[in-house]
């Protein structure tokens, strides 16, 4: 089992950068793939970036592509969200979630251990 904590989600102007952390306790952290999604107010939730168990492959949805960059630390049980570039449609309350598998994946149910969220709101 994986426990997750998301922080550093805040208000910023578009154009600016934010990095978001997800703190992950349980001895298997690093067998799972981890990914991040969001949920705008009314909307789905939807995939925003995956990394698998080791960091060597990364998928991102072509709506963050080039702005937004997962990574991980699997000796620190971290995986960080840089996101740049940000703009008002990025507002949503963003996820950590860690994926029963070692490859990265977009797919919403193959994620079984969720955060909190955290709230990043992009003004325009």
């Known amino acids: 089992q994986v426990q997750l904590v998301e922080s550093g989600g805040g208000l910023v102007q578009a154009g600016d950068s934010l990095r978001l952390s997800c703190a992950a306790s349980g001895r298997t952290f690093s067998n799972y793939a981890m990914g991040w999604f969001r949920q705008a107010p009314g909307k789905e939730r939807e995939f925003v970036a995956s990394i698998s168990w080791r960091g060597g492959s990364t998928v991102y949805a072509s709506s963050v592509k080039g702005r937004f960059t997962i990574s991980r630390d699997n000796a620190k049980k971290m995986v960080y969200l840089q996101m740049n570039s940000l703009k008002p449609e990025d507002t949503a309350v963003y996820y950590c979630?860690?994926?029963?598998?070692?490859?990265?994946?977009?797919?919403?149910?193959?994620?079984?251990?969720w955060g909190q969220g955290t709230q990043v709101t992009v003004s325009s």
């Open positions: 979630a860690g994926a029963d598998r070692i490859t990265a994946s977009v797919l919403l149910r193959e994620y079984h251990y």
